[in-house]
Each structure stands twice: as structure tokens, then as C-alpha cells.
């Protein structure tokens, strides 16, 4: 295992555990204690966790994992959504990205569309989001309006006031959000109250919303609540979301497609 995937590796497990023994990772990962603690030291150098006596801890509560550390997890299930939700999106339609994994996916979707191989443009995408902006820029076909503000490390998002004057400034067809939370009663949620405020503003300028996210995102909360669940049009989730909560969206007015 190369040290960037053990890296990861090991964050992932941080995150989902709030704190990971050197014994244990080492038993985990494969590797020699050794190896775990040069990686816990080099990972507290650059701040992404923080160091104990005999393991490591992730910062706090809210700790978000920053997006390039992130691994592929649930992968098939991302792009199984993306696939659906680029289906939902018309040529000649303006789409409002969020930043996140799965939208990343939407907007891989939506590059290799046969349909949306040309046009003038194809598609308006408008996104807040820097790799999406980067990764789509190359299509001639696409007219890609990015908003201003300061960047989010963590999530390659540009959020502030100045993204809220480009915003303030646009209408799109569709807003597609990816969430790390999205429940019935609490609605769609992100870690950071920033790009929190970003992402409604997108849906507020948008004819209708999809949140795009796979059934792990489903039934929880987090912090920075997006927007109710009364706002969204659709959500496009996988096969292996629990019918309870899917019967429960549908309830609430919330069009659901499983992938």
C-alpha cells in the first residue's frame, strides 16, 4: 500500500471512529506500528489530526474529512446517482453544481453525455466548486460560469460574499446539492455553515432542486442545515436506501429515484 492510500485509509478511519490506536491501525492497515506512527506524526504536521500518547484523534466533533484525502467510498453507488441525476438535466439547461464527490461525479456524467457533445453552448453550468469548474472547462460545449469568494480547503469550494454577488446575479434550471446529511425533519445539511449558505442561495435561484446523495447520507444531520426537505423537488439515492425513509421523503412531497 503506497503512503497516499495509507493515508487515506487512515483518515477515513479517524472520521469514522473520532479516535484510532497505533496497534490497531497497524492490524488494520497491514503495516508495521512503526510505519502508523511516522504517518500519525506527518498527518499532525499538517494538521489533519491531532496526536496522543499511543494513537491519534480527529480534531472535534464537526471534523470534516478535506476532499482530496477522501477515498472512493461507496464509488459505484456515487456514480450510479450521478448517472440518474445527469439523466434529469435537459440540453440547453443551466445547472447549478455544488461541490462534494458525488456532484464531481454528476459533472463526469454530464461531460460524456453523447447528446451534449455540442451546442452553444450544451450546458450552463454554474459552481462554486474549483475541480468541477477545472474538470469541465476543457468542454468547449459547455459555458462554465464560476462564482467569486475565498476557497474551502477542505472542499475546493469558493464561499462569502463575493460568491454571493455572482449568485445574486443568476437563475439556473436545476440546482443539484450534495449533502453529507439528508432527513426528513432536519432537511439538507453540510458540515460548514459557509458553504451552507452558498448552497441555499443556489437553490433559491434555481427552477427546481436535487439533492444527490447516496443512501449513507440518508437520515442523518450535521451542522449547517441547507435547506428543508420541503424544497426539494427530487432526490436521487441507491437501491439500498431503507423504504422507511424513502416512503417518508415521498410523503413529505420529495420525488425519489433509486439507482
Not at 199 to 205: G, K, P, Q, S
Given at each position: 500500500m503506497s503512503r497516499d492510500a495509507r493515508w487515506k485509509a487512515l483518515l477515513?478511519?479517524?472520521?469514522?471512529?473520532g479516535r484510532l490506536d497505533v496497534e490497531e491501525a497497524a492490524a488494520e492497515l497491514e503495516v508495521s506500528a512503526a510505519t502508523i506512527?511516522?504517518?500519525?506524526?506527518?498527518?499532525?504536521?499538517?494538521?489533519?489530526?491531532?496526536?496522543?500518547?499511543?494513537?491519534?484523534?480527529?480534531?472535534?466533533v464537526s471534523y470534516e474529512l478535506p476532499l482530496r484525502y477522501k477515498t472512493a467510498r461507496n464509488a459505484s453507488e456515487k456514480q450510479r446517482v450521478a448517472q440518474a441525476v445527469a439523466a434529469l438535466v435537459?440540453?440547453?439547461?443551466?445547472?447549478?453544481?455544488?461541490?462534494?464527490?458525488?456532484?464531481?461525479?454528476?459533472?463526469?456524467?454530464?461531460?460524456v453525455r453523447a447528446d451534449l457533445a455540442s451546442g452553444t453552448p450544451a450546458l450552463t453550468v454554474v459552481t462554486n466548486a474549483l475541480n468541477i469548474a477545472n474538470e469541465l472547462a476543457v468542454r468547449p460545449q459547455f459555458k462554465i460560469v464560476v462564482t467569486g469568494g475565498v476557497a474551502r480547503a477542505q472542499s475546493y469550494e469558493l464561499i462569502g460574499p463575493l460568491a454571493d454577488g455572482v449568485l445574486g446575479q443568476v437563475t439556473v434550471d436545476v440546482a443539484v446539492l450534495g449533502?453529507?446529511?439528508?432527513?426528513v425533519t432536519h432537511g439538507a445539511a453540510a458540515h460548514d455553515e459557509a458553504e451552507a449558505a452558498i448552497?441555499?442561495?443556489?437553490?433559491?435561484?434555481a427552477e427546481r432542486v436535487v439533492v444527490a446523495a447516496d443512501s449513507s447520507k440518508l437520515g442523518r444531520r450535521a451542522f449547517a442545515r441547507i435547506c428543508s426537505a420541503e424544497s426539494v423537488d427530487t432526490l436521487v439515492t441507491d437501491g439500498a436506501a431503507d423504504p422507511d425513509l424513502v416512503r417518508r421523503f415521498e410523503d413529505a412531497g420529495v420525488r425519489v429515484v433509486l439507482a
Open positions: 477515513e478511519l479517524l472520521v469514522e471512529r506512527r511516522r504517518d500519525f506524526d506527518r498527518l499532525a504536521e499538517q494538521q489533519m489530526l491531532v496526536r496522543t500518547r499511543g494513537g491519534a484523534v480527529v480534531h472535534g435537459a440540453p440547453g439547461e443551466a445547472v447549478g453544481l455544488t461541490g462534494g464527490t458525488t456532484t464531481t461525479e454528476v459533472a463526469r456524467a454530464l461531460a449533502v453529507v446529511a439528508f432527513d448552497n441555499r442561495l443556489l437553490c433559491e435561484r
